[in-house]
């Protein structure tokens, strides 16, 4: 059984540019959600996904999106960056949308500059 | 709005030590409470899940307890060792569904 994933683990940006994440859920997990944890914070939700359909959001902009694919994969899409969006950015899972544990992933450290 | 307070911040103890790791939350209509552990720059490990309507949960040397009336929970962590030097973080939610957590007490066990 394969846990989260996540890819890049590292990443720098420039202001105003765009950026995708990608995380790649664990086997049989159908919800997976994103969350952003900024430098001595806990993480901070972002979005979730069930069943590829957005299923809650946090108190984010819209220029924060994201997507599901069949697979349960998800992808975190973040326009027009800013420099506070740098920050540790965190993909968990979990077996259904409730009362299971939730998974994370190791995270990616994006940078913006 | 849920709001989760994790005391002390910071913790130092000598190898060995027990310790008490607190969360509290203002909220007490959760579905359950989730002890997750965090290295520098890494990302969340789950350490112990109480469900709502459970007391505690227990994993090798850690023991966790959850008094919903009260909105309180404790992390027990016996006979403490180095490798457990990390940040521990607290959450409430429903599943990966909006957990809000704490900003966690980073644990340094001095050998």
């Known amino acids: 059984e394969t846990g989260v994933t996540q890819s890049p683990t590292h990443l720098i940006k420039t202001r105003g540019q765009q950026v995708t994440l990608r995380c790649s859920s664990q086997?049989?997990?159908?919800?997976v959600s994103w969350y952003q944890q900024a430098l001595g914070q806990g993480p901070q939700f972002i979005f979730q996904?069930?069943?590829?359909?957005?299923?809650g959001r946090g108190n984010f902009p819209p220029r924060f999106s994201g997507l599901q694919f069949p697979n349960y994969s998800s992808e975190l899409n973040v326009n027009a960056l800013e420099l506070d969006d740098s920050a540790l950015y965190l993909c968990?899972?979990?077996?259904?949308?409730?009362?299971?544990?939730?998974?994370f992933g190791q995270g990616t450290r994006l940078t913006v500059v | 709005k849920q709001e989760v307070t994790q005391i002390p911040a910071a913790l130092s103890v000598p190898e060995g030590e027990n310790l008490v790791l607190n969360c509290s939350f203002t909220?007490?209509?959760?579905?359950?409470l989730q002890w997750f552990r965090q290295d520098p720059g890494k990302g969340l490990t789950s350490l112990l899940l109480?469900?709502?309507?459970?007391r505690e949960q227990t994993s090798g040397r850690l023991n966790a307890s959850l008094d919903k009336s009260s909105g309180r929970s404790t992390l027990y962590i016996a006979a403490s060792q180095p490798g457990d030097s990390a940040t521990y973080l607290c959450?409430?939610?429903?599943?990966?569904?909006?957990?809000?957590f704490g900003t966690g007490t980073r644990l340094t066990v001095i050998p």
């Open positions: 968990a899972s979990s077996f259904d949308r409730r009362t299971t544990e939730a998974f």
């Open positions: 086997s049989g997990h159908n919800t």
């Open positions: 996904y069930y069943r590829e359909e957005e299923n």
């Open positions: 909220d007490s209509a959760i579905y359950n």
């Open positions: 109480i469900q709502s309507s459970q």
């Open positions: 959450a409430t939610g429903a599943g990966a569904n909006n957990l809000f």
